[in-house]
T-cell receptor, first 112, second 117 residues
Framework: RKEVEQDPGPFNVPEGATVAFNCTYS??????FFWYRQDCRKEPKLLMS???SGNEDGRFTAQLNRASQYISLLIRDSKLSDSATYLC?????????????FGTGTRLLVSP | DAGVIQSPRHEVTEMGQEVTLRCKPI?????LFWYRQTMMRGLELLIY????????DSGMPEDRFSAKMPNASFSTLKIQPSEPRDSAVYFC???????????????FGSGTRLTVV
């Protein structure tokens, strides 16, 4: 089983739509959680961290369910510029403190 | 801040040739990571260094791969001999020490797109 699993998509949505991505992780001792964004032929960039209580950054909302080992990202009022691949990322257990494990990503296509 | 600098951006080589990828991390970052990205397997961690010392190389696929960090501002990833299945995008990333309650994100370089024919 992969450490981090995501639906690869693609998710095709019209501008203005709300879209949600889900992610599961296998190691219950994982320490921290993130969403990264990767544009086509570019490097991944940190979008937002995911906190236990849930957190919001503008149109983006991230949720964590430790009991179910499940992470989500909600994008409201989608923009054309949101088209990208969204990577679910988990930081390793204490012995791999600085080590990030990336999911394979969910591709989002926002159309006019 | 110049960011993480990788070279070359693109590399096309013939099977059996030696390939060397280069990375300059952000000044002051004490962690350096090498990742490989393919469509099939996504981003895979190959090796990472802390203060120029290799900490975890369990992701290095085989003996054909080697990585060095001779000083805080330079690292190389070498493949010898290269094979077509090594074709991928290789990313270098750097970070600085985080606390257990905090975290400093990775900054990735632009990557090297390697094609082995």
């Amino acid at each position: 089983r992969k450490e981090v699993e995501q639906d690869p998509g693609p998710f095709n949505v019209p501008e203005g739509a709300t879209v949600a991505f889900n992610c599961t992780y296998s190691n219950s001792a994982s320490q921290s959680f993130f969403w990264y964004r990767q544009d086509c032929r570019k490097e991944p960039k940190l979008l937002m961290s995911v906190y236990s209580s849930g957190n919001e950054d503008g149109r983006f909302t991230a949720q964590l369910n430790r009991a179910s080992q499940y992470i989500s990202l909600l994008i409201r009022d989608s923009k054309l510029s949101d088209s990208a691949t969204y990577l679910c990322v988990v930081r390793g257990v204490p012995t791999g403190f600085q080590k990030l494990v990336f999911g394979t990503g969910t591709r989002l296509l926002v159309s006019p | 801040d110049a960011g993480v600098i990788q070279s070359p951006r693109h590399e096309v080589t013939e099977m059996g040739q030696e390939v060397t990828l280069r990375c300059k991390p952000i000044s002051g970052h004490d962690y350096l990571f090498w990742y490989r990205q393919t469509m099939m397997r996504g981003l895979e961690l190959l090796i990472y260094f802390n203060n120029n010392v290799p900490i975890d190389d369990s992701g290095m696929p085989e003996d054909r791969f080697s990585a060095k960090m001779p000083n805080a501002s330079f690292s190389t990833l070498k493949i010898q001999p290269s094979e077509p299945r090594d074709s991928a995008v290789y990313f270098c990333a750097s970070s600085r020490q985080g606390t257990r309650s905090g975290y400093y994100g990775y900054t990735f370089g632009s990557g090297t797109r390697l094609t082995v024919v």
